[in-house]
Structure formats: structure tokens, C-alpha cells
């Protein structure tokens, strides 16, 4: 069946730090990937995605490479900001977009 | 529009009463989620609609679950005789039907079952 393993958290990092949180995948066929990033206070939201293997996807300075051959999404910052401060979820969806199956979540605190 | 909302935000109630969450997607979404969540894990999938149909059901969902989405705009999770184990929050999300559509959330229905 179709699962997502995520890093562990917490994380803490200190401003600037390069960022990494580890996501690999098992699926069936041809899944598009997703990690959602949920601020404090607030709900789920997309922060981005990849639809085959070798796309990548990027917003607000983050970027994951879909990457087949590892069956993996690892996300990554080159210099994080305390706003980035937040619990980022790995997620991936069958090719119809049926079920989307999400990680347990990593929680990341950054300090100034 | 304002994106996805969900009524009420908070509920708490005894065990064995019956329970009723609204979901209102994205107007233009024909794809409505309800996923359940508890502390300290990601969204569980629960069902799903496509228009009125529901589509899926998960093994999670038991038969005192029922989702229904009579027009194919808002839907309604109902939960009866509920138990304490049914304490979480309820989220909503809606999409667009392609494949690879990210899903829009909803803040969430929090249950507390005493």
C-alpha cells in the first residue's frame, strides 16, 4: 500500500541554518508528492508540490526533488528564518488524486 | 472566495451523544475531503467526494461514521454514539478533480468527547 515516513522532530535551528527533513515514500504506480507546512494557529496549507519523478517543486525558498529511484521528497532551505518556524508535513496522492496519505509531521522551531 | 470553512471551529461532547460537522469547500472545487487528526500525527484520510458520490471510504471510518454531500456543494460528517477515542480534529479540504490538485484546508473541527 501507499505510506509516507518522515523525519523525526523536533527540529531546532538558528537562523540561516541550512535546513533538511528526510521524506521517503512507498507507492503503487505514479504518486505526485506534496509537502504542507502548517503555521501556529493556523490550517494546512500547500507549500509545495512535484507531479513526476525528477520534477522539482519550490516556493518561499524551499525546494524538493522528486526523486524515484530513492522513492524520496526531502525538503530543503538554504537559510531559514523564524517565521519558518512551523510543522511541515510530506504528503503524496495516487495518480487520480483518490487518497492522499500524509506523514506524522515535523515540527521546526527556528531562534534568532 | 475565502476558502474552505468548517462549522463549528470547537465541540465538546459526552460520550454516546452524536455529533455534526459541516464542511463548505471552494465553490469551484467538485472534490471534498474529510480527514481526522490527532496530536502529533498528519491527517488520517477518512472519505471522499466527488460531487455528490462518495467515493472512498477508509477502513478508519466506522459504521457510526457517515459523511453525506446531498448537492454536491457542503457536506456534513456525522458521528454517532460517540466514544472518547473519536477525540480529534476533523479537518475538511477540498480540490479541483486533475490529478496531482493540491487540496485546500479548512481550520478544522476540534472534538472533545467526555
Known amino acids: 500500500g501507499n505510506s509516507v515516513t518522515q523525519m523525526e522532530g523536533p527540529v531546532t535551528l538558528s537562523e540561516e541554518a541550512f535546513l533538511t527533513i528526510n521524506c521517503t515514500y512507498t507507492?503503487?504506480?505514479?504518486?505526485?508528492l506534496f509537502w504542507y507546512v502548517q503555521y501556529p494557529g493556523e490550517g494546512l496549507q500547500l507549500l509545495l508540490k512535484?507531479?513526476?519523478?525528477?520534477d522539482k517543486g519550490s516556493n518561499k525558498g524551499f525546494e524538493a526533488t522528486y526523486r524515484k529511484e530513492t522513492t524520496s521528497f526531502h525538503l530543503e532551505k538554504g537559510s531559514v528564518q523564524v517565521s519558518d518556524s512551523a510543522v511541515y508535513f510530506c504528503?503524496?496522492?495516487?495518480?487520480?488524486?483518490?487518497?492522499?496519505?500524509f506523514g506524522t509531521g515535523t515540527s521546526l522551531t527556528v531562534i534568532p | 472566495d475565502t476558502g474552505v470553512s468548517q462549522d463549528p471551529r470547537h465541540k465538546i461532547t459526552k460520550r454516546g451523544q452524536n455529533v455534526t460537522f459541516r464542511c463548505d469547500p471552494i465553490?469551484?472545487?467538485?472534490?471534498l475531503y474529510w480527514y481526522r487528526q490527532t496530536l502529533g500525527q498528519g491527517p488520517e484520510f477518512l472519505t471522499y467526494f466527488q460531487n455528490e458520490a462518495q467515493l472512498e471510504k477508509s477502513r478508519l471510518l466506522s459504521d457510526r461514521f457517515s459523511a453525506e454531500r446531498p448537492k454536491g456543494s457542503f457536506s456534513t460528517l456525522e458521528i454517532q454514539r460517540t466514544e472518547q477515542g473519536d477525540s480529534a480534529m476533523y479537518l475538511c479540504?477540498?480540490?479541483?478533480?486533475?490529478?496531482?490538485?493540491?487540496?485546500?484546508f479548512g481550520p478544522g473541527t476540534r472534538l472533545t468527547v467526555t
Open positions: 465553490s469551484e472545487h467538485n472534490r
Open positions: 479540504a477540498s480540490s479541483l478533480e486533475t490529478g496531482g490538485a493540491e487540496q485546500y
Open positions: 504528503a503524496l496522492s495516487d495518480r487520480g488524486g483518490n487518497q492522499f496519505y
Open positions: 507507492a503503487t504506480g505514479y504518486p505526485s
Open positions: 512535484a507531479t513526476k519523478a525528477d
